[in-house]
């Protein structure tokens, strides 16, 4: 999980670097990116959490483990992996700002149709190469990912879950009639300084879909919620016949 939050997390970053620079200065660009990646790596490194806390309530007996939740909750998940995913995410960072964006993927094909600062923009990843689209200019910028963006965010997207339980203590801390909460703490044993210290899920009873993942790293919030399994491919790769009138800049050579 953490290595889709940190990946989605650096594109969000760059991008919005991308559109606070002054139209036409690619220094100015270059510079608030590399700031802008330079403080998620940073984050990372002194990442402390402190995760919201799940709604409470009367105590009950849940009819499964918290466990057996996440395990089926994977199953269920996995579907993405043939099927595509679809979720809204909302970040604030220090310096940076609120993100909101609606996050499509599939495959290893990503598309980001972002809101920050007033400004809207949609990025595509694919491999290790971006396509941002930014309206109120009629701008595509192309750009090759650099290694504090993790190539995509989508290379490890399916398996959410897969590395969530691994060096965390996972409880159920409340349930009503269509949700479990679960919390996950990070145990004393996990040196990971990436690792959030605690994560807060809801669960879907009936589909066992993720409805809810949120956490907070020193400064860094964020929540990633609605996640749909199943997205047409079409959605998510950039076709320049979509932006017929659209100026290019091509930042790979």
């Known amino acids: 999980m953490k290595k889709v939050i940190f990946a989605v997390l650096a594109v969000l970053c760059c991008a919005t670097a991308q559109a606070n620079s002054p139209s ?35 105590e009950t007996f849940p009819a499964h483990t918290a466990e057996e939740i996440l395990a089926k909750m994977d199953a269920a998940m996995d579907r993405g992996e043939a099927e595509g995913m679809s979720m809204t995410m909302a970040i604030k960072i220090p310096v940076i700002g609120s993100i909101t ?14 809101s920050t600062l007033g400004k809207k923009m949609t990025v595509f990843t694919e491999g290790g190469t971006s396509w941002t689209y930014v309206p109120s200019n009629n701008t595509i910028t192309i750009e090759a990912l650099n290694d504090n963006s993790a ?26 009639s269509d949700t479990w909460y679960l919390l996950c703490t990070r145990q004393k044993s996990n040196k990971d300084d990436d690792a959030p210290k605690k994560i807060s899920l809801s669960v879907c009873k009936d589909s066992y879909i993720l409805k809810e993942f949120s956490t907070s790293m020193k400064g860094v919030k964020m929540i990633m919620k609605d996640v749909i399994i199943g997205v047409n491919e079409s959605e998510v790769t950039f076709n320049a016949e979509n932006y017929p009138d659209a100026k290019v800049v091509d930042k790979r050579k």
Do not use: C, W
């Open 101 to 114: 964006s609606q996050v499509k993927m599939f495959g290893g094909k990503t598309r980001m149709d972002l």
């Open 151 to 176: 190539a995509s965010p989508a290379d490890d997207s399916m398996h959410l879950m897969e590395e969530l339980t691994e060096g965390y203590d996972v409880t159920i801390a409340n349930e009503d």
């Open 24 to 58: 036409g200065t690619a220094e100015s660009a270059k510079t608030k990116q590399a700031q802008a990646a330079e403080f998620v790596t940073t984050e990372r490194k002194a990442a402390t959490a402190q995760a919201q806390t799940p709604p409470q309530g009367p």
